[in-house]
């Protein structure tokens, strides 16, 4: 008989914890996954893909504007929140059955229950307890909000945000990142009156600072109001109204107050301190480079561990880990020029070294930059520009970093990856012939090198 219940016991069934168990049941594994929220994780139900929805959304705004240059007599009229709202819940709820049949067909074990550790090899899911060869847990991350007087009591999270009842009239996104410059660009392209608040000088710390500008530069000119080096202070809650008072003794009426100004491990409960498992000192789980944390059975995967917080970088770590638990093929994931979009209004692709990043790598870079009207504004009229940058190092000619803002950006990003990865040199760029015309032969006639800084 088995000496255990399941060989692979998965808390978790977002990307890398779905990913995982049925890759690892695939394989021949008995696995279990424990879910106690929702399929699909934070990405499905309240992340990546419910906000890509909204931002397509939010575009139609400036796409009925833009439709006059072209001879179409367009008139937008209102836009119906609770619609867009179902038609989004009714896709996630097919994605839900997607995640269910995946693993399912795989042959894996569905629990819809809490789960916590009760020893190294013992699982209590749902007030019942089922031993395990090995434990993955892939929890994900968890928003959080500051403890700054009535922030907690009246503002809201990117978890509530897609369950509003209404589109605020008025609202104020806290934060600089991903989250809050996307949230952003939704809410000012569906009418909303917006307000960006971060404590920082400039949107998106960590990336390209030409792209930190550039994009500032072209949310001010959309409309959306930014108050740099600024924060909350207290937040009141007057008949219907928010009245939120700033660090620079101003205050804003506001139907809604969105943070995002950070999430934190999902560890809370879990039981790992009664098993050792250690966490750092972000509070995320300490693993090695196969994923074992500092229990030899237990293993951790994904935004819980906090390193590269994306979707397809979990799973493929989720992959990976079954493979080489499981499929007799031990690999690694390739961590090395990740492709990053910000789906923002207009929105940023990133790979590779931002050109800060590579000056203090390189004895010399070559930047390459253009910033240029998209054909499609010459004729639609909008003051929308478009920034390609490529960073290069002199000594191998190689492509080390590419940034871009601008309308299909994400779609462009993808192709330069694969490019970067297999050692591409700016010759090789330059010896490609151009699509012409799109946005995206820039990459190929960029020849003018920006002058190296004083």
């Known amino acids: 008989m088995a000496a255990y219940d399941y060989d692979l016991f998965t808390i978790g069934a977002g990307s890398g914890g779905v990913r995982a168990s049925r890759i690892a049941a695939g394989h021949g594994a008995r696995v279990a996954v424990a879910e106690e929220r929702y399929l699909g994780g934070t990405c499905v139900n309240v992340g990546c893909v419910p906000k890509k929805f909204l931002v397509y959304a939010a575009q139609y705004s400036a796409g009925f504007q833009d439709a006059a240059g072209y001879g179409w ?26 995640y269910r049949r995946l693993l399912e067909n795989s042959g894996a074990t569905i629990f819809e229950a809490r789960a916590t550790i ?62 809050a410059t996307e949230f952003a660009g939704v809410f000012n392209g569906l009418g909303s009156r917006t307000t960006q608040i971060y404590r920082g000088d400039k949107l998106l710390r960590g990336f390209d600072e030409d792209v930190r500008d ?10 959306v109001d930014l108050r ?22 101003t205050t804003l009426e506001l139907d809604a107050v969105l943070y995002a100004t950070g999430r934190r491990p999902n560890v809370r409960g ?58 007799n093929k031990p690999r690694s994931v390739n961590y090395h020029n990740i492709p990053t ?26 930047i390459y930059r253009t910033n240029f009207k998209p054909m499609k504004h010459t004729i639609s009229g909008r003051d929308q520009r478009m920034l390609m940058k490529l960073v290069v190092e002199r000594a191998s000619d190689r492509v080390v970093g590419c940034h871009l803002v601008g309308d299909d950006t994400p779609e462009m990003i993808q192709g330069v990856a694969v490019a970067m990865n297999a050692g591409a040199t700016k ?7 151009g699509l012409h015309p799109t946005a995206a032969e820039e990459f190929v006639t960029l020849r003018t090198k920006v002058p190296d800084p004083v």
């Open 214 to 223: 550039f994009l500032g530069a072209e949310m001010v000119k959309a409309g």
């Open 427 to 433: 010759a090789v760029f330059d010896s490609t012939i």
């Open 118 to 179: 009760v020893d190294e090899h013992t699982v209590d899911v749902g007030g019942k307890r089922v031993t395990a060869e090995r434990i993955l847990i892939a929890t994900g991350g968890w928003p959080e909000l500051p403890e700054k007087p009535g922030v907690r009591d009246y503002a809201i999270t990117s978890n509530e945000v897609f369950h509003l009842d209404k589109r605020p009239e008025h609202i104020a996104i806290v934060g600089a990142g991903y989250i």
């Open 73 to 98: 007599d367009v008139e937008a009229r209102d836009h119906d929140w609770r619609r867009l709202i179902a038609s989004k819940d009714a896709e996630i709820t097919r994605l839900n059955g997607i």
């Open 270 to 327: 879990l039981g790992l301190e009664r098993v050792g498992v250690q966490l750092n000192e972000r509070g995320a789980i300490k693993v090695d480079d196969q994923y074992r944390t500092t229990v030899p059975n237990i293993y951790a995967l994904g935004d819980v561990t906090d390193r590269v917080n994306l979707t397809p970088v979990a799973t493929a770590e989720g992959h990976v880990l079954a493979d080489t638990l499981y499929g």
């Open 228 to 249: 740099p080096s600024t924060t909350i202070e207290r937040l009141e809650k007057t008949g219907r109204c928010l009245v939120a008072s700033l660090s620079d003794g």
């Open 341 to 366: 979009a910000v789906f923002s209004i207009p929105p940023v692709a990133t790979c590779g070294m931002t050109e800060e990043q590579a000056r203090a790598v390189y004895p010399a870079v070559d």
